[in-house]
Each structure stands twice: as C-alpha cells, then as structure tokens.
C-alpha cells in the first residue's frame, strides 16, 4: 500500500539519523570541533613543512655557508634556547608594550581624521589626498626627523608608529562611512538619530566591515614601523626585539639572527589570525558569511 510505504520510509529515515551506541551529541559536537580544527591547521602546517624542506635544500645547495645562512636544523634550536629565557619573554614585553600603546594612539588620531574628513566635504578636498599620500610613505623615513624632534626616545617610535598607522586606519572608517547605505541613512533620520546618536548606533556599526580593514592595515604599518624603531633608535640599551636583532646582526649570529625573525614573522601571523576571525565574526553578524 503507498500509505504503508511511506510510512516505512519515515521510519528508516528516523533509524538513519539515530546515534551510533557510546556517542553522545556532545561526543559529536566535540569531534565537529576537531575536524574544523583540524581542517583550518593542516595546510598551515604542509606550508610550513615545505618551507622548511626548501629552506634546507638551499642551505646544501652551497649558495652561501652555513656561517651566513644557516639551515633550520641549527636555526630552529637555537629559537628554542631563545624561548627558554626569561631575557626573551622580557623582550617580547617590551616590544608588544610599544605595538599596543602606538596602535591605540594611532587608532584614536585615525578615528579622529576619518570621521572629520568624512563628514566635511572641504576637508575632504583640503588633506584628502595627503592621509592617502601618507599611506604610501615608507615608515624609516620620518625616524630622521621623529629622532631629531624627540631625540633618542620612545616617543621618536611612537611618532612614527602614529603617522604610519593613522592614515590606514583613517582611511578604512572613511571608506567604510561613504559606502553606508542611504536607505540606512534615511531610516536614521526617521527614528530621530541624530548628533553622537547618529555615529554610535548607525554610522560606525554600518562602517565596521571595511573598517576592521582598515585596522588591520593599520596594525602591518604600525608593527613595521615599530620593528624599523628598535632597530634604529636603541633607548639605553633596552632589551627589545628589535634590540636583539640588532644585538645579533652586530656579533655575525646568523643562527640567532634568523630565529628572531622568525618571531617576528610569528607575532605578525598571530595578530593577523585575530583580526582575520574579527572580520568573519562581523560578516556572519551581518549575515554575509556563513554561520
């Protein structure tokens, strides 16, 4: 019969979506766990495998000697030792104390400049093109003139920090407030938004997505810039990052040398890999990524 049928069809489909004996949901929300887990770290973990396979292939190659490029089998020991001691932890201190300070200066001035120019058409047209003019400027330009402004300080770093991660970051609030929806804007208006209300519940929640750009591109300024500042302005011989490499580069330590940057290049993956998830967290909020 097609009643019997389908009813027995229903019935298999229920079987079919039944938990297999000894797993529980939370057994199975945990494996879903691991598998993205596992799933977002694999090809990290292939690049950084061929990476290191090249990188060693070169070193027998003969291209240069072990003394100046050293190959990971001593590179990678050496970054061990590195952050074993407590002299390194109190070097990254330092530094990401430096990167954090800098940014949220950077982050107000730019907060600040975005929504001026933003707002004001002939500002816009006055210093408009001189934020996108700066973006443009290597950073290890201004150390000369922050240096001679400050002398050998950390506000000579923060000078420099500020004017290369400022235009970024105005730069992406200003992009993100031209592309808000006039529909948004209108609706706004309607319910009575208006003045500081207007900014902080419409304007700057409807800029977030290209503003978060924004402050990512700020923050690669911002760390480059940092980076060039240890390496040029040396405040009384403080322990930095930047001061070991420059610390190694003066003893011919290729091997501590390399480890180093090697951190480096980890700190920057890192924040990247935060702001990455800060991007996705606001796009499945506003319903354009999947949840």
Sequence with gaps: MPETDARN???QGLDALELQPGKSVGDRGAAGIAGRIWAATWPKAVAVVIVLAAWQALVWSGWRTEYV?????????????????????SAVQVTMRRAFVGFALALAVGVVVGLAVSQFRPLRSAIGSLVTGLQTMPSIVWFPFAMLLYGISESAIMFVIILGAAPSIAGGLTSGIDYVSPSLLRAGQVMGLRGVQRYSLLIVPAALPMFVTGLKQ????????L???ELLVIINQENSIGWALSQARQLNDADRLLSYIIIVLVIGIMIDVFFNWADRSLRRRWGIAPS
């Design 9 to 11: 069809r229903q019935v």
């Design 69 to 89: 490029f050293p190959g990971p089998d001593r590179v990678l020991p050496a970054l061990l030792n590195e952050v074993t001691d407590p002299a390194f932890w």
């Design 218 to 225: 700020g923050w690669a300024f911002a760390w480059r810039s």
């Design 227 to 229: 980076m060039a500042g």
